[in-house]
């Protein structure tokens, strides 16, 4: 709601001191989520943004966030977006934030991502450690390979916080994280309305994948979701070449595969979470130092 108005504010004598015209003062509706998710008296699921959901894997904890709920992608509520990043954010995740490009959804998505990433991090440190973190106690930061990874001030938590994935789709957000510091999680999520699946590049497979999807009625964008988790569960993403990673097994109910990159196998867990896919990969942290040592040995400029 906008209620526009011109008025005056004059000294003792009558003159005038000020004029305004056109001034607007706007009233937005809003989730009760959101008003207790910036002012909670202490943090629990009822002051949170994101909502847990089962992952069908054992050890590893999930958190989704609705951004079209909230309005996040809504350009009307831009004002409300920087309100929540200053409430949620540290300054050195703000100084990125500022960076993103303040039209399009980028900004949005990034924001949303690193919320659910740290109320992710809330649950397992209630749950695991009955530690009650604060979000602003907690930065979201990435490697050099672009992965990210959690962090806390020294004293407020005495143990590592584990392994720990995020993905976009749509105006959605998932996050991952291993309850246990003897994983490696990947998690990518693709939004469409079952049976409607969008087409995935051929090329981004080989034909014994081709041919598998189509043997087990699987669309290719679930086999491309299965690579993406597990390029990043191994640390390396794509690396530019989907066809390095090649979903090799699908189980019998099509919701547990294997994917491989050169001599490493990853098992990832698939299922529909509302209108998406969602696959969430797992490995040994030295599986995947493994697979790191491999890539650059492979990627390095031979002399």
Known sequence: MVAAADFEIRRSDGSVLYRYSGFKHRRFDWAPELSACLFPPKWDFASSFSRPFDTYT???????????????????????????????????????????????????????????????????????????????????????????????????????????????????????????????VGVDMEEYPAGVAPAAPERAFVQDEIHLAAERSIALIDLWCAKEAAAKALGLGLLGEPRRWQVRAIGTSNDRMAVSFAAFSVPVTLFRLGDASVAIAHAAPALAAAAQRHAASELAPQI
């Open 58 to 184: 054992p050890g590893i904890l999930g958190c989704r966030i609705d951004g079209g709920y909230f309005g996040f992608l809504d350009k009307n509520q831009a004002i409300f977006l920087q309100a929540v990043a200053h409430c949620v954010l540290t300054s050195r995740e703000r100084l990125i934030w500022r960076d993103l490009p303040a039209a399009g959804p980028r900004r949005p998505l990034w924001l949303i991502g690193r919320i659910a990433a740290k109320e992710v991090v809330q649950r397992w440190a209630r749950e695991r450690h009955g530690t009650v973190l604060h979000r602003l106690a907690i930065e979201i930061r990435t490697d050099d390979r672009g992965k990210p990874f959690a962090s806390v001030d020294r004293g407020i938590l005495d143990v590592a916080i584990p392994d720990l994935s995020i993905s976009h789709s749509g105006a959605t957000a998932v996050v991952v994280i291993a309850e246990l510091a003897d994983s490696a």
